[in-house]
């Protein structure tokens, strides 16, 4: 799942260093370099982080579920190896510090399936509120407005997925609204389809 960008001036900084340690010989060179490291740097700001092409898992885990069990199977594995049957976990709602995400908004895509501001993350450990770092390894959750949940939010006190909370989901993968995210194929889809959609929430 990508993070939000870096500032432009570390990319820049980077491209800098690689001028210095090129040769003065190949200044085209060393200005594609340079241009290539902003853009990826920069690719991601105003976009939810989607899943990339992962390789597929040779065996799926079996029931009972547990979510680190769903956490370990690739997202674009999740519609294949747990179908769209209703599954229940029990997860942690993280509260991330200083997040930096935004969402691109589609008027004919399913925007509370697509945009991380309307998803809560779940970890199968309890974790004190904090910064992003590689050890998490969330399970993003997302509810259809009109379904019995309800509309949840990223980092909501309160509501049905309320942060610092444990709590008891059920709910699918492969909902039909993820064909809307995109064409087959499509990171946007696969995440979508890779996102477990509730359809109830208990607090233990």
Request: charged share 15%; aromatic share 6%.
């Amino acid at each position: 799942m990508s993070r939000p960008k870096a500032p432009l001036s570390r990319a820049v900084g980077v491209g800098a260093y690689l001028a210095r340690m090129r040769s003065s010989s190949k200044p085209v060179l060393i200005l594609v370099a340079a241009s290539l490291l902003v853009a990826a740097c920069g690719s991601s700001a105003s976009r939810p982080p989607v899943a990339s092409p992962s390789p597929t898992v040779e065996q799926c885990p079996t029931p009972p579920f547990t979510l680190d069990m769903v956490v370990a199977v690739p997202t674009g594995d999740r519609p294949r190896c747990f179908g769209a049957e209703e599954i229940t976990l029990r997860g942690w709602v993280f509260e991330e510090r200083n997040p930096a995400y935004d969402c691109v908004t589609y008027g004919d895509r399913p925007m509370w399936l697509m945009c991380i501001l309307m998803r809560q993350p779940l970890l199968a450990f309890q974790q004190a509120p904090s910064e992003w770092h590689v050890g998490l390894r969330p399970l993003w959750v997302a509810a259809d407005p009109l379904g019995p949940v309800g509309p949840i939010q990223f980092g909501a006190a309160d509501g049905p997925v309320a942060v610092n909370t444990w709590i008891e989901v059920t709910g699918h993968f492969d909902d039909p609204a993820a064909a809307s995210c995109g064409p087959p194929g499509d990171p946007s889809r696969i995440d979508c389809a890779g996102t477990l959609v509730l359809t109830a929430v208990r607090t233990p």
